[in-house]
């Protein structure tokens, strides 16, 4: 089975930029779509992108719309996030996962394998 650990979190002040990492091991990344999942204080879990297993299609919440992207390199089996222009609203644990990448955003079940998440904070 694959097992995803995230990299990657840090503090960052506001307006700037990071770049997390979802590296994969004992399988092959480009079998799974991957999601990146933001968990802030208090609040759910949720899906803010996905990239599809095969034809690279990605998805982005209306939160981090044109401010975020996610790509994968399958030569190192890594799926990553960069995130621009970073607000306060942002600091959560992003988690990856891996997904059905829908175009209304990431599907995941029981079966789907978690990573153990990496925290981002950006002070107000």
């Known amino acids: 089975q694959v097992h995803l650990v995230e990299s990657g979190g840090a503090l960052v002040q506001p307006g700037g930029s990071l770049t997390l990492s979802c590296a994969a091991s004992?399988?092959?990344?480009?079998?799974?779509?991957i999601g990146w999942f933001q968990q802030a204080p208090g609040k759910e879990r949720e899906g803010v992108s996905c990239?599809?297993?095969?034809?690279?299609?990605?998805y982005y919440s209306d939160s981090v719309k044109g401010r975020f992207t996610t790509s994968r390199d399958n030569a190192k089996n890594t799926v990553y996030l960069q995130m621009n222009s970073l607000k306060p609203e942002d600091t959560a644990v992003y988690y990856c996962?891996?997904?059905?990448?829908?175009?209304?955003?990431?599907?995941?079940?029981?079966?789907?394998?978690w990573g153990k998440g990496t925290l981002v904070i950006v002070p107000s």
């Open positions: 004992g399988d092959t990344l480009d079998d799974y779509g």
């Open positions: 996962a891996t997904v059905f990448c829908s175009v209304d955003g990431p599907r995941y079940n029981v079966l789907d394998r």
């Open positions: 990239i599809g297993k095969r034809d690279g299609r990605t």
